[in-house]
């Protein structure tokens, strides 16, 4: 049985659905939205190793590629870039102090050669000997000297030291460098052939629903 019903109260009935219609279609948008948009911490505050095992431990793979989300790809990628940036500069700052040290030790060593060379000269000259003003015998020229030299012998062992374990920071920074970059590549091709697997996948389902 069937009810006819005014033209104006149909025109009111579709305007009503569409309504209805549109409103649902906003709230599953804000929805969808909403759930992608959410972010776990671990990938704002862990380290980028405890980001990666999350990301391990809670994607799924599917024929040996693993899927993950958009905006958490992102956000890891941004993360990896962001270490790899703050590690070139401490690179950079490590080459900076390297430098200076160099040069410290150079200049130590010009002082030390020209002390060395200043001692053989005095151990020629006279028992005695005058040191601004005053007089002195040999025996404790050779002591203050001898004290000179030892302690540039020691600041050059200690300069010598720090280079040496900025150089090894340097040394392990690099390797870290690289090894971050071989991931990201890694990641990155793992990443594009499982879009372009699943792409196709789903291409070849929608192709079978239409009857293709």
Same mark, same amino acid.
């Given at each position: 049985m069937f009810f006819l019903l005014p033209k104006p109260m149909k025109e009111m009935y579709h305007l009503q659905s569409r309504f209805l219609l549109i409103i649902s279609m906003l709230l599953i948008a804000f929805s969808n939205a909403y759930s992608q948009t959410e972010m776990p911490d671990v990938l704002n505050k862990n380290t980028l190793k405890e980001q990666m095992k999350y990301i391990e431990e809670h994607t799924r793979i599917y024929e040996t590629y693993r899927a993950i989300r958009e905006d958490m790809f992102q956000k890891l990628n941004k993360n990896i870039s962001d270490t790899l940036l703050s590690s070139s500069k401490k690179i950079v700052l490590l080459n900076n102090k390297t430098s200076i040290l160099n040069h410290t030790i150079d200049s130590l060593n010009s002082t030390l050669a020209t002390t060395k060379t200043s001692l053989d000269d005095i151990t020629r000259t006279k028992n005695s #000997?005058?040191? *601004? @003003? &005053?007089? /002195?015998?040999? @025996?404790?020229?050779n002591a203050i000297m001898w004290t000179v #030299? /030892? @302690? *540039? &012998? /020691?600041? *050059?062992a200690i300069g010598f030291l720090i280079f040496k374990r900025n150089l090894s920071g340097i040394i392990s920074t690099n390797q870290e460098l690289r090894e971050l970059k071989d991931e990201l590549e890694a990641y990155k091709k793992t990443t594009r052939e499982a879009r372009e697997k699943m792409s196709m996948s789903h291409f070849n389902e929608l192709k079978k629903l239409r009857g293709e």
């Open positions: #000997i005058k040191i *601004l @003003g &005053i007089e /002195a015998n040999k @025996g404790a020229y #030299i /030892a @302690g *540039l &012998i /020691a600041m *050059l």
